[in-house]
Nanobody, 123 residues
Framework: QVQLVESGGRLVQAGGSLRLSCAAS????????LGWFRQAPGKEREFVAT????????NYADSVKGRFTISRDNAKNTVYLQMNSLKPEDTAVYYC????????????????WGQGTQVTVSS
């Protein structure tokens, strides 16, 4: 079992940057693929980025490719989402998620979720 706690969300101006963190409990963090997802008001939860257990592979939604970077530090049990060139349409609650199998962009295939952190980008 792994528990996830996100942090780092806040209000930022368009064009700015933020780094989200997701700290995980447990001793088997490196055995989990991790993902970041987001949900805006009135919209479904959508895929943002995912990273493999070894950090050797990543995948990004087209809407964030080139602006966001996912990374992980298995020694610190933490996954990060560096967000640059933020746009108002990036406004959402951001969630991290974990699964023991290989990484995937499908949120329904993740078993563990954090409580979310709010990111608001003003124009």
């Amino acid at each position: 079992q792994v528990q996830l706690v996100e942090s780092g969300g806040r209000l930022v101006q368009a064009g700015g940057s933020l780094r989200l963190s997701c700290a995980a409990s447990g001793r088997t963090f490196s055995s989990y693929a991790l993902g970041w997802f987001r949900q805006a008001p009135g919209k479904e939860r959508e895929f943002v980025a995912t990273i493999s257990r070894s950090a050797g592979s990543t995948n990004y939604a087209d809407s964030v490719k080139g602006r966001f970077t996912i990374s992980r530090d298995n020694a610190k049990n933490t996954v990060y989402l560096q967000m640059n060139s933020l746009k108002p349409e990036d406004t959402a609650v951001y969630y991290c998620a974990a699964r023991r199998q290989s990484f995937t962009i499908n949120p329904y295939e993740y078993d563990h979720w954090g409580q979310g952190t709010q990111v608001t980008v003003s124009s």
